[in-house]
């Protein structure tokens, strides 16, 4: 199959598996705001943030390597799995006898959700990405779409029936876990797979040599991406914390794209990193995915202001002045990520995690910096320049492993819409006005880019 038409077919899949649990991560933000108060909601971000952060180190980032050997033609597919679900179990009980008495000291009310939450979404990252690497791309999305269908309705069960609040949302969470871990087991046979005698420590090592030195990577992705939240409690509140967590939902539409494209991209990466016309193959796709980005992120702001007002309650609007800083921290995310899977198709992921800590520690200097002079919107710039240094040194880096053209000009072109997107965001005249701007500025857009629009469109048909 065409290596266009290949990556093209797998990100519709993906988009199938990803657009549900994504979309009702917004579309339930209305349900939320209604359901939770503003520090109710910071509460539930800072859980899930938290979540996010413990589950590469309980797991030793395992599943990344899954993904990495099933798809090597050299690799037992059966010993990868049976490793990885080994040093997930052990990882699992050592660090819950660890975090355990640690959260109950601090008085963390919300412990044993926490764990279970941790926990059941390790193994479940483990399983999809099983059948993502043995091409069974249809059941990725197929569990995406149960995951979703299952968190909506308890959720809704949960929260607004039994009113359960903050405990019937993380209950939610659980449950959908669950679920989704039952089906993958059932979907992939696991019990053919997982065999007690292929567990070996020579194979555990050749995988936690690749996996390890990506919990540092995503600790330090995490500490670049989440870590304001805690900035922004500690020097404003939990409330301030509660509006930058509705506001991040409005980029997550923009994140979205990006997880739907990279799960995608990361497969066809791999495949094609010993074709001879990688360079040319890898500049294009990434041409192509940071106009994607842009034209998201245009059109996201163009319609920002009455999306806002319809969106969410009274009491969250002003937070749409946060989401400009975060789309483009989202946009420059998505680019490092893109870049950073150059390290993982050669198998050279000391690069990734060197450069994530970098941008880590630069965002934590940013936001001490700027969080207390501009308030709250200063941790979206924070991100935004942490994930541009990021992309930088990525570009430099990677050179040794492929040299991409990169398409300045393009990229100065869309970083200058956005920049005056942004200014007519706050002229102060009638909303209809701004909107009539910022659509025009939009559709203007599109049609100075519609000749690398339409090329791409023409090679991917």
């Known amino acids: 199959m065409n290596r266009y038409k290949k990556l093209f077919n797998n990100s519709i899949l993906f988009a199938i598996g990803n657009l549900g649990s994504k979309l009702i991560t917004v579309i339930m933000v209305p349900f939320y705001t209604y359901i939770l108060s503003t520090k109710q909601f910071g509460d539930v971000d800072l859980i899930t943030a938290t979540v996010n952060m413990l589950a590469p180190i309980i797991s030793l980032s395992i599943f990344d390597a899954v993904l990495r050997f099933v798809m090597d033609k050299s690799e037992d597919k059966n010993s990868v799995l049976s490793n990885a679900i080994w040093v997930t179990l052990v990882g699992s009980i050592i660090f819950s006898i660890i975090l355990i008495p640690i959260f109950h000291l601090i008085k963390f009310k919300y412990t044993n959700y926490l764990i279970l939450i941790l926990i059941t979404q390790v193994f479940q990252s483990i399983f999809s990405e099983y059948a993502r690497a043995v091409d069974r791309v249809k059941l990725f999305a197929a569990n995406g779409i149960l995951g979703t269908f299952v968190t909506a309705i308890s959720n809704i069960v949960l929260m607004f029936i039994w009113k359960l609040g903050i405990d019937g949302y993380l209950v939610s969470i659980f449950v959908s876990s669950v679920v989704c871990i039952i089906f993958l ?96 193959y890898y500049s294009n796709i990434f041409l192509a995915y940071l106009q994607l980005l842009f034209i998201c992120s245009l059109g996201i702001i163009a319609i920002l202001k009455i999306f806002m007002k319809f969106f969410v309650s009274a009491s969250y609007y002003s937070s749409w002045k946060l989401v400009p800083f975060l789309l483009i921290s989202v946009i420059y995310s998505s680019l490092s990520s893109f870049l950073g899977t150059n390290y993982i198709a050669a198998k050279q992921t000391a690069g990734v995690m060197s450069t994530t800590i970098i941008g880590a520690i630069l965002n934590v200097v940013f936001c001490l910096i700027l969080i207390p002079v501009v308030g709250v919107n200063g941790a979206g710039i924070a991100s935004a320049i942490s994930f541009l240094i990021i992309c930088i040194l990525r570009l430099k880096d990677t050179r040794k492993f492929i040299h991409m053209k990169m398409p300045y000009k393009e990229i100065i072109l869309d970083h200058i819409f956005f920049i005056i997107q942004y200014m007519v965001l706050f002229i102060p005249v009638k909303l209809f006005v701004v909107e009539m701007l910022e659509l025009s500025l939009f559709a203007i857009f599109v049609i100075i880019n519609r000749k690398n629009i339409m090329r791409m469109v023409r090679k991917f048909i």
């Open 185 to 280: 087991i059932i979907k992939l046979k696991v019990w053919n797979i997982f065999d007690f005698h292929l567990i070996s420590k020579k194979q555990m090592k050749r995988m936690l040599v690749y996996s390890i030195p990506l919990i540092p990577n995503a600790f330090a992705w995490w500490a670049t991406n989440t870590s304001n939240r805690y900035f922004i409690v500690f020097f404003i509140g939990i409330s301030a914390n509660g509006l930058f967590a509705v506001a991040n939902k409005v980029p997550s539409l923009l994140n979205m794209v990006n997880s739907i494209f990279f799960q995608s991209w990361q497969m066809s990466a791999i495949e094609e990193f010993e074709s001879d016309s990688k360079e040319e």
